[in-house]
């Protein structure tokens, strides 16, 4: 990953040209480091269970802001770069750090930073930051043939803090380029969620086909602003009249924005309190409060964050119904997951069709902030989550970064029982990651071992299983390495249940909350189950009939489970193809 930066890394160690010079003076509190001939990074050490110090780069201006960054006070556990400022001199000041703190002498200078891997949990085909923390992916929009990514992002450090938006680029949703900052905080404050529009019209006067990004600044308020780029998403210029939206709102935050024709204005679904509201704008910049959603409606444990607001076909009729997403941290295994809505809207209200109905999209743990891309091409409507959960996301065992997105999931509609649900499939650019296979068929009455599913297994694969049931209650099947670290999955064909528990999967130790079974109703009266299991390292994603249902977790085993036993209890079954990929890149 990255060698050609490495490589000119070791070519320009920082000490090799003798006019740059670090030197640190302190005014009380405060250390000033000043850099001659700066290079384009001071790398900064980080002690990760440290509070945070506060870090500034002077260019003298009303803009500069102050970074949280844990700096090293006794031990360096690794470093990020911290971007200088061009010129002769660069100033930065440093405040709450002990004058003879680790930190300030490791200071280096470098015009490059090594970004190889050096997390053994990092998934093969997952997308994840190159370093440093991540939550939200945000701003997701397809233009010119290339998928945009954004996302919550701290630079300085792989906790939460100084939230950017990092960005990454792809053309197939797998092979993500790693793109720089996109959007820094600014006095408004740290750039929190949103989304990001084509605007194929102008009408914000940016330039036709403009991508504009509107997302939450944090500050001593929540306010929505934007920004947009004429250079498809390579550079980002602020509008110089943000904010565009505020409010008393204490909790008022994740625009998603889009066009609706109906009215020829764009809709702006905001995340305020424990509800969603809807605002609409000719031109992006000048928003009128349409109406609001939420009370009585669904899970409300908590706020609600990350909406989404699209149309999509129903399954087998010629007709549409809309969908409005909605994360929330009170989901049903604790904390974070995504319920969803169906019903109407016509460019000012969104009426449910089933109030009394809470619907989940991802039965897992590790499944938040789900969105969609904007301008998907073939009208597709593809979603990716954010996979970990606030309850343990800055504890997980990884260091040079945290936290993985889920595979990317095409959304449609089905109906069971009158009742329309959502169906995340695994997107079908998923199947080109398919290399070596092995296909086995077989009875299970009692248990069947298999000792090696393939050779050569890194722990990233496919699973695509296809039962047929001949009588058993319990169809199960359990991944273990030598270790005895395992992942045990079953069908209750009595309780009509899919469960996963991932109490013994490996490294659960380090939040309470992690160790976890759990589960989800499948629908009855089938005795053909299917299922997809995509392992990355350190996530198993259970895709039950084509999406109907999801299952998200992430495991911790300190080697790839190899193994699998398939047992049956009370009867038999019959597996009549179970095929494991590997995926590579
Ligand atoms: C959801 C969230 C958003 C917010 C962002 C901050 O995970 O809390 O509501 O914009 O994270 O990073």
């Given at each position: 990953m990255n060698t050609?930066?490495?490589?000119?890394?070791?070519?320009?160690?920082?000490?090799?040209?003798?006019?740059?010079?670090?030197?640190?003076?302190?005014?009380?509190?405060?250390?000033?480091?000043?850099?001659?001939?700066?290079?384009?990074?001071?790398?900064?050490?980080?002690?990760?269970?440290?509070?945070?110090?506060?870090?500034?780069?002077?260019?003298?201006?009303?803009?500069?802001?102050?970074m949280d960054v844990r700096l090293a006070v006794s031990k360096t556990d690794y470093s990020v770069p911290f971007e200088l400022s061009k010129g002769k001199k660069a100033v930065v000041k440093i405040v709450g750090l002990a004058?003879?703190?680790?930190?300030?002498?490791?200071?280096?200078?470098?015009?490059?930073?090594d970004t190889r891997n050096t997390d053994?949990?990092?998934?093969?085909?997952?997308?994840?930051?190159?370093?440093?923390?991540?939550?939200?992916?945000?701003?997701?929009?397809?233009?010119?043939?290339?998928?945009?990514?954004?996302?919550?992002?701290?630079?300085?450090?792989?906790?939460?803090?100084?939230?950017?938006?990092g960005h990454a680029i792809s053309k197939d949703l797998v092979n993500w380029e790693h793109r720089p900052v996109a959007i820094a905080p600014d006095a408004f404050g740290t750039i929190f969620s949103g989304s990001a529009v084509i605007d194929h019209h102008n009408t914000a006067g940016f330039g036709a086909g403009a991508i504009v990004a509107i997302y939450t600044q944090n500050g001593d308020r929540q306010v929505q602003s934007i920004?947009?780029?004429?250079?498809?998403?390579?550079?980002?210029?602020?509008?110089?009249?943000?904010?565009?939206?505020?409010?008393?709102?204490?909790?008022?935050?994740?625009?998603?924005?889009?066009?609706?024709?109906?009215?020829?204005?764009?809709?702006?679904?905001?995340?305020?309190?424990?509800?969603?509201?809807?605002?609409?704008?000719?031109?992006?910049?000048?928003?009128?409060?349409?109406?609001?959603?939420?009370?009585?409606?669904?899970?409300?444990?908590?706020?609600?964050?990350?909406?989404?607001?699209?149309?999509?076909?129903?399954?087998?009729?010629?007709?549409?119904?809309?969908?409005?997403?909605?994360?929330?941290?009170?989901?049903?295994?604790?904390?974070?997951?995504?319920?969803?809505?169906?019903?109407?809207?016509?460019?000012?209200?969104?009426?449910?069709e089933s109030p009394s109905k809470t619907k989940w999209m991802d039965w897992g743990k590790d499944h938040y902030a789900t969105v969609t891309w904007s301008d998907a091409p073939d009208n597709r409507r593809i979603a990716i989550a954010w996979m970990s959960n606030w309850q343990y996301a800055n504890d997980v065992p990884t260091s040079q970064y945290r936290s993985p997105n889920s595979v990317p999931r095409d959304l449609s509609l089905f109906t069971v029982d009158g009742e329309t649900y959502l169906q995340s499939a695994p997107s079908p650019e998923l199947l080109a990651l398919r290399d070596a296979s092995k296909k086995r068929s077989f009875k299970v009455n009692g248990t069947r071992t298999i000792k090696e599913m393939i050779s050569g297994n890194d722990g990233a694969y496919e699973i695509e299983l296809t039962i047929e049931n001949q009588h058993a209650d319990v169809i199960g099947f359990r991944l273990y390495n030598d270790k005895g670290e395992e992942v045990d999955m079953q069908y209750d064909m009595k309780e009509k249940k899919f469960s996963m528990d991932r109490r013994k999967s490996g490294d659960v130790g380090f939040n309470e909350n992690f160790p976890m079974l759990t589960w989800t109703a499948i629908e009855s009266g089938k005795d053909e189950l299917k299922l997809r299991l995509f392992v990355d390292k350190s996530s198993v994603e259970a895709f039950g009939d084509g999406g109907r249902f999801v299952m998200t977790n992430q495991v911790f085993p300190s080697e790839p489970y190899t193994h699998i036993d398939f047992y049956s209890k009370g009867g038999a079954y019959k597996v009549d193809s179970f095929v494991i990929y590997k995926l590579k890149k």
């Open positions: 050609k930066l490495f490589l000119a890394a070791l070519a320009l160690s920082s000490t090799t040209a003798s006019a740059q010079t670090i030197k640190t003076t302190f005014a009380g509190d405060t250390a000033i480091v000043t850099v001659t001939n700066p290079t384009k990074y001071l790398i900064l050490p980080i002690e990760e269970n440290r509070p945070e110090a506060q870090v500034l780069l002077d260019n003298g201006k009303k803009t500069d802001t102050w004058k003879d703190a680790q930190a300030l002498k490791e200071l280096k200078l470098s015009d490059t930073f053994y949990y990092r998934p093969v085909y997952h997308h994840t930051p190159l370093y440093g923390w991540m939550n939200d992916p945000n701003g997701m929009v397809y233009k010119d043939g290339e998928y945009h990514l954004f996302y919550q992002y701290n630079p300085y450090g792989s906790k939460w803090g100084n939230m950017n938006w920004a947009y780029s004429t250079d498809n998403g390579r550079t980002f210029t602020k509008y110089e009249n943000n904010p565009v939206l505020v409010s008393e709102a204490r909790d008022f935050r994740d625009p998603k924005v889009f066009w609706y024709e109906g009215t020829k204005r764009w809709i702006m679904v905001l995340a305020v309190g424990q509800e969603m509201q809807f605002f609409s704008s000719p031109n992006l910049k000048d928003w009128t409060f349409e109406s609001s959603f939420g009370k009585g409606h669904g899970a409300h444990g908590n706020v609600w964050e990350c909406p989404d607001l699209f149309e999509l076909p129903v399954e087998g009729t010629n007709e549409k119904k809309w969908v409005l997403l909605c994360s929330l941290g009170d989901g049903p295994f604790g904390d974070s997951a995504t319920q969803y809505f169906v019903g109407s809207f016509n460019g000012k209200e969104f009426v449910n």
